[in-house]
């Protein structure tokens, strides 16, 4: 079945600094979507992109969609302690493994 | 608007048990998902229904597990049987289009089985 992995699991960072999480499908997706789980909380959408090689910003938040749509970014920049959290990629209704960031103020 | 409400908030119970969990999607959504989540792991698929469609019922872990929707709203997730793997927060979602559209996800069931 499809499987979607992402990387790095865990991420620490100053807070300043930047951070990405990859996000890689073994089968192409016809959409993906990212979502943020802040400790002890539920998932909360962030954003869906749709077309191969599309890229979307919220903010300091960049996402991209690769161009064989089997793979995906997050960037943050400048990161703040309230960008703690796992964020989690999901195809369909498969989710990636999911990364979690920690931010040292 | 009301969002996805999930009870009970956490469920105790006893290794061979059976336990129900119920999701109350948001009103008018046609697709409702249920996932698990172990502590500091990710989210594991379970079961979609998708409107009046057949369910996909692949993530199901074992035939101790079963779902239902009725009349398209409330869904209960039942297991049978429980045992102490089944610890884990349960995880509803409801979207308003069939997959994939944005999941809104209720505030879980943390299940311990002692």
């Known amino acids: 079945g499809q499987q979607v992995m992402q990387i790095p699991q865990y991420q620490h960072v100053q807070e300043g600094e930047d951070f990405t999480t990859y996000c890689n499908s073994s089968t192409t997706l016809s959409n993906i979507q990212w979502y943020k789980q802040r400790p002890g909380g539920h998932p909360v959408f962030l954003i869906q992109?749709?077309?191969?090689?599309e890229v979307k910003k919220q903010k300091r938040l960049t996402f991209q969609f690769g161009e064989a749509k089997k793979n995906s970014s997050l960037h943050i920049t400048a990161t703040q302690t309230t960008d703690v959290g796992t964020y989690f990629c999901a195809g369909l209704y498969i989710f990636g493994t999911g990364t979690r960031l920690k931010v040292l103020a | 608007g009301a969002g996805v409400s999930q009870s009970p908030s956490n469920k105790v119970t006893e290794k061979g048990k059976d336990v129900e969990l119920r999701c109350d999607p948001i009103s008018g959504h046609t697709a409702l998902y249920w996932y698990r989540q172990s502590l500091g792991q990710g989210l594991e698929f379970l079961i979609y229904f998708q409107g009046n469609s057949a369910p996909d019922k692949s993530g199901l872990p074992s035939d101790r597990f079963s779902a239902e929707r009725t009349g398209g709203s409330v869904s209960t997730l039942t297991i049978q049987r429980t045992q102490q793997e089944d610890s884990a927060v349960y995880l509803c979602a409801s979207s308003l289009m069939v997959a994939p559209d944005t999941q809104y996800f209720g505030p879980g069931t943390r299940l311990t089985v002692l």
């Open positions: 992109l749709v077309k191969s090689g």
